[in-house]
C-alpha cells in the first residue's frame, strides 16, 4: 500500500504542480463572460468544446443550459421546505454566510492521506470549490459561494446523478414497478447484443456489468469520450460517423467478462438505468426525479438534466441542481428518506446503500484504493468507516458527503482543473472526515 501511496503522491503532485492559485482562474479574474456583451476572446461557446476544459469549467458548470438543451425538474408548487440556519455571525470569504465560530474551517487542521498537514480551509480552496454547505442535525452551520455559483443558481453534478438517479430507480423497485433481478434487456428490447442484454438491474446498481469501456479520462481515445460525442455532450468533429445520440451508442457496447465477477466503475451502466425507468414507466427521468424527490422535498429551485440531441438525458451525469437542494436531498438520505415532515424515501431503500455493496470486490478494483475498506452499492460510495460514512461523488471535485454518527451532511460542487477525483481525494477524503470529527465533538 505504500509503494502504492508514494506512486500516485508522485503521479498527483506533478499533476497539480504549475496549475497555478485557484482565485487567478475565476471567470471574474480572467474575464470570462463578463460584461455584455463579453469580449469576442472571452466568450464561451458549446463549438468550442469548453464544457470541461479548465479554466473556462468554472463558468459552464454553472451555466450548463445556456451550452446544450436540457429537460426541467421541476420542484412543485409548494412553499419550498426549510433549511434553518443556526444563529450567524459576521460572515468572511467571498459571500460566505453563517461561518459559526466553532466551524472555522481554517481551525479544523488534520494531515491527509499522503501525510502532510492540512486544514479544511485548505481543503475548499485546493479543490476549486464553487459551493460548500454543511448541515449538522438539519441546520445550515456553513454555506459559502465562489465563482459564477450562487444560491439561486444550479450546478452540474457530474455522477452526483448517479446518486440522485439511482434512488428512483430503487424507489421503482421497493414500488414493485421495476425488479432488480430482472435484466436490462428485458425492458429494452433494443440493447439485444449488447453488454446489458443479461445484466441484471442489480448488476448495473452496484457497477459490477462486464463491458468492453474504459473510463479513464486522461485516456483521449477511452470510450467515456466517444459515449461523450455520440450524446453530444462534445462537439462532434467534421465528417463524424459514429452513433448518434447515447441510446445508439449504448447499443454499440459489448459483453467482457462476467456479470458479478468485478467492480469497474462505468458510466454506461447508469445511462443504461435511466434509459430502463423511463422506458418501464413510460415516464422520463427529469419527471421522475420531480415526482420521487424534487417535490416531495421541498425543493427550493427547479433542478434540470442535459440532453442529447434526440432528447435523451445524461443519465449518469447531467443533473445540475442548486447547491441547497443537492443538501436537502442529502439530509433525507441521513434521516432514512424523511425531510421536511415527509417520507420521500421509503426507509428500506435507504438502509439497503447503508448495508454497502462487496467490500472485496472493491478491494480487487485498482483504481480505488484511496477508499480504502470501501465498497459501491445502489450508484453510492461507502466509506464503512466507524461513522459510517457514504457519499455521491462526481469528477472535477463534486461530492455529497453524508455522515451518519455526526449527524452532517456536506454539500460540495467544484470546478476543479483535473477530471479524476484522484486529484482532490488525498485532501478532501479526510477533510470531510475531519469536518465530522469537529461538529461531533463540539
Not at 421546505?81 to 459559526?100: D, E, I, K, N, W
Not at 428490447?189 to 479520462?217: F, I, K, N, R
Request: net charge negative.
Amino acid at each position: 500500500m505504500q509503494t502504492t501511496l508514494q506512486a500516485l503522491r508522485d503521479e498527483v503532485e506533478q499533476a497539480l504542480a504549475g496549475l497555478g492559485e485557484p482565485e487567478a482562474s475565476t471567470p471574474q479574474a480572467l474575464g470570462m463572460m463578463q460584461g455584455f456583451p463579453p469580449r469576442p476572446d472571452a466568450m464561451v461557446r458549446f463549438e468550442q468544446d469548453r464544457m470541461l476544459a479548465a479554466p473556462w469549467n468554472r463558468w459552464t458548470f454553472s451555466h450548463v443550459r445556456e451550452l446544450m438543451p436540457t429537460a426541467g425538474v421541476w420542484r412543485g408548487g409548494g412553499t419550498p421546505s426549510a433549511l434553518p440556519a443556526q444563529p450567524q455571525t459576521a460572515s468572511s470569504g467571498p459571500r460566505a454566510t453563517g461561518v459559526l465560530p466553532r466551524l472555522d474551517l481554517a481551525q479544523v487542521r488534520y494531515t491527509d492521506l499522503f501525510g502532510r498537514p492540512a486544514d479544511c480551509a485548505q481543503m475548499v480552496r485546493q479543490a476549486y470549490t464553487d459551493g460548500l454547505l454543511v448541515l449538522h442535525r438539519g441546520h445550515v452551520v456553513h454555506e459559502q459561494y465562489a465563482g459564477e455559483l450562487r444560491p439561486e443558481r444550479q450546478h452540474l453534478a457530474m455522477s452526483i446523478t448517479k446518486s440522485v438517479f439511482g434512488m428512483v430507480v430503487a424507489q421503482l423497485a421497493h414500488e414493485g414497478v421495476l425488479s432488480l433481478t430482472a435484466t436490462a434487456g428485458h425492458y429494452v428490447p433494443e440493447l439485444a447484443g449488447s453488454a446489458w442484454e443479461d445484466a441484471t438491474l442489480q448488476h448495473l446498481l452496484d457497477m459490477t456489468v462486464g463491458v468492453a469501456y474504459s473510463e479513464d479520462y486522461n485516456n483521449a481515445e477511452a470510450e467515456v469520450w466517444r459515449h461523450a460525442l455520440a450524446g453530444r455532450m462534445r462537439p462532434r468533429p467534421p465528417g463524424y460517423a459514429g452513433p448518434m445520440g447515447f441510446y445508439a451508442s449504448l447499443r454499440t457496447f459489448r459483453k467482457q467478462g462476467e456479470h458479478g465477477a468485478a467492480f469497474e466503475y462505468k458510466t454506461v451502466n447508469s445511462e443504461v438505468l435511466a434509459w430502463v425507468a423511463a422506458r418501464a414507466t413510460g415516464i422520463r427521468m427529469a419527471d421522475l426525479v420531480s415526482q420521487k424527490l424534487w417535490q416531495p422535498l421541498g425543493a427550493e429551485h427547479d433542478a434540470y438534466v442535459m440532453l442529447d440531441d434526440h432528447g435523451a438525458e445524461a443519465g449518469g451525469g447531467g443533473l445540475c441542481t442548486s447547491l441547497r437542494d443537492l443538501a436537502r436531498f442529502g439530509e433525507a438520505m441521513r434521516c432514512d428518506g424523511h425531510f421536511g415532515g415527509r417520507q420521500v424515501l421509503a426507509p428500506e431503500v435507504v438502509a439497503e446503500v447503508r448495508r454497502g455493496g462487496d467490500r472485496l470486490l472493491f478491494a480487487n478494483s485498482p483504481a480505488y484504493t484511496l477508499i480504502e475498506g470501501g465498497s459501491y452499492h445502489n450508484q453510492w460510495w461507502l466509506t464503512h468507516n466507524a461513522h459510517g460514512a457514504f457519499m455521491g461523488r462526481g469528477i472535477f471535485g463534486q461530492n455529497l458527503y453524508i455522515d451518519p454518527a455526526a449527524e452532517m451532511v456536506v454539500a460540495r460542487y467544484a470546478a476543479h482543473p483535473l477530471a479524476a477525483s484522484r486529484y482532490t481525494d488525498p485532501l478532501t477524503l479526510p477533510g470531510l472526515h475531519a469536518l465530522a470529527l469537529a461538529l461531533r465533538d463540539g
